[in-house]
């Protein structure tokens, strides 16, 4: 069974940092892309950084370019989002996602994606 397990979610000042972290089982890692989505309250649910496995393209939503970058260790099976420079509307649930064929992750599309974790919340005070 695939599991996604995020962690490293909290409360954050604006300006402030926190880093995300996702651990991986039950599923071949190096065959998905792997990325990060998240859902704001009373919004849907949006991609936020990407990365194929098998040719390393990449998708990072306009509103972190800059500020959040998206990293994996391989021999972890483990997916990381540090995230900078944090704003109020920085503040959702964080979901660490896994894509066979990337094609929705990599569009930052939520539809078509194969595992979801559970979510982090990440809160960013003003």
């Known amino acids: 069974e695939a599991q996604l397990v995020e962690s490293g979610g909290g409360l954050v000042q604006a300006g402030g940092s926190l880093r995300l972290s996702c651990a991986t089982s039950?599923?071949?890692?190096?065959?998905?892309?792997i990325g990060w989505f998240r859902q704001a309250p009373g919004k849907e649910r949006e991609g936020v950084s990407c990365?194929?496995?098998?040719?390393?393209?990449?998708y990072t939503a306009d509103s972190v370019k800059g500020r959040f970058t998206m990293s994996v260790d391989n021999a972890k099976n483990t997916v990381y989002l540090q995230m900078n420079s944090l704003k109020p509307e920085d503040t959702a649930t964080y979901y660490c996602?896994?894509?066979?064929?990337?094609?929705?992750?990599?569009?930052?599309?939520?539809?078509?994606?194969?595992?979801w974790g559970k979510g982090t919340l990440v809160t960013v005070l003003s």
């Open positions: 990365i194929s496995r098998s040719d390393d393209s990449t």
């Open positions: 996602v896994a894509d066979w064929d990337g094609s929705s992750c990599l569009s930052g599309s939520p539809a078509g994606m194969d595992y």
């Open positions: 039950g599923f071949t890692f190096d065959d998905y892309a």
